[in-house]
């Protein structure tokens, strides 16, 4: 039965840190721009290197 004392105070403290967290991320930005990234990775840039290289004669 102690233990429920050290741990309720524990949780409450873990608890409160961690909503800190979350709205410390979200005020710097953290969760703007979910999907960009995810479909940053599906466009090809490397064609349009290709393409470059072939109009310049050697």
Wanted: proline share 5%; no cysteine.
């Amino acid at each position: 039965m102690s233990v429920i004392y050290g741990l309720i105070p524990g949780m409450i403290l873990l608890g409160l840190v961690s909503v800190l967290v979350f709205f410390w991320a979200v005020k710097n930005g953290q969760y703007d721009d979910m999907e960009g990234p995810a479909h940053r990775i599906l466009d090809d840039d490397d064609m349009d290197d290709r393409k470059d290289k072939d109009d310049r004669p050697s």
